[in-house]
């Protein structure tokens, strides 16, 4: 066990773990943040997505003594006009369904229009092929992204 | 076969005795046929799926010792070049060093090599004339490419993969031995 002092959704955090601990168990287990969902433990289906720093991050394959001074943003914690943009969009399309995946989904969403103002069809297949969704929402996901660029002006 | 560490023990005793020639065929015949025969032993590393996996044909990246395309669908991106695409950069899941835990294979730096630098797919005659070609090797002089196979940490992820993932033959010293003396004995490449 070893004291992490993490920086987290604009807070400071301190936990006594061991020091390859996933940190989506530190998220979770620790600090009480269930936003974040386990899916598959390895890297392939992007349900632990979170922000380290401005990389969307999947937090099962990250052990916590790798996060450094890294600045960490969960589900609980995004904000800005990016954020607010998908929000709206997700709640105008509907796109959840049985919603599980959808934190992460909404993280790789919002990475992607920082980095891409007007994203193509094949940008958000690059982009969130790595977030499955068993209830097949693709569509409206595609479909949402797409109205959150046109209100940022993209 | 010759076994690669005592190949590159010879590519040693060998770099002593033979002068640094031009980054160019030898034209000793004798030393053509020993500098493509170094190439060969190296060519065992350089067409290994450890390297392979990460210089592929085309913008899509392979994994594992069968090289099936990687899970989920990355490619090499453009800004910068090798590190994916936006809202799904390698660093999303690999990270500065191999975590059991997930499984996930990690290194310094982990990212594609450039499309110039595709060698999956092609001879090993044609991977060699690539590597020696400044316009293709990342403008690397051959002191340069050396120091790179040699030393660089991402490279010598190769030799310790983690997982059930087959490390590449030999180790990252005995490699940077053989190219030394491929480089040394002509640089000489295999027609095929």
Known sequence: MARFTLRLNATTRSVDVDGDTPLLWVLRDDLGLTGTKFGCGAALCGACTVFLGDVPTRSCSLPVAAVGSGEITTIEGVSGPVAAAVQRAWIARDVPQCGYCQSGQIISAIALLKAIRKPSDRDIDLAMNGNLCRCATYVRIRAAIHDAARELGG | ?192
């Open chain 2, 1 to 192: 076969m010759m076994p690669i560490r005592r190949m590159a023990l010879l590519a040693l005793s060998a770099s002593v005795m033979v002068a640094a020639g031009a980054f160019g065929q030898s034209g000793d015949p004798q030393q053509a046929a020993r500098s493509i025969a170094l190439f060969r032993e190296a060519g065992k590393v350089l067409q290994h799926p450890r390297c392979l996996n990460c210089h592929p044909a085309g913008d899509r990246t392979t994994q594992t010792d069968r090289m099936t395309p990687h899970r989920p669908m990355v490619i090499r991106g453009a800004k910068p070049e090798g590190f994916g695409a936006p809202g799904l950069p390698c660093g999303a899941c690999h990270h500065a060093a191999n975590y059991d835990e997930s499984g996930v294979p990690g290194g310094p730096r982990w990212h594609l090599a450039p499309a110039s630098m595709a060698w999956a797919g092609r001879s090993l005659g044609e991977i060699c004339r690539q590597i020696k070609d400044p316009a293709r090797n990342g403008g690397l002089n051959m002191a340069d490419l050396l120091k790179h196979v040699s030393e660089n940490e991402l490279v010598g992820w190769a030799w310790a993969p983690g997982g059930k993932r087959t490390p590449a033959p030999g180790t990252q010293a005995e490699f940077g031995a053989l190219m030394r003396a491929w480089f040394e004995s002509g640089a000489a490449c295999p027609a095929e």
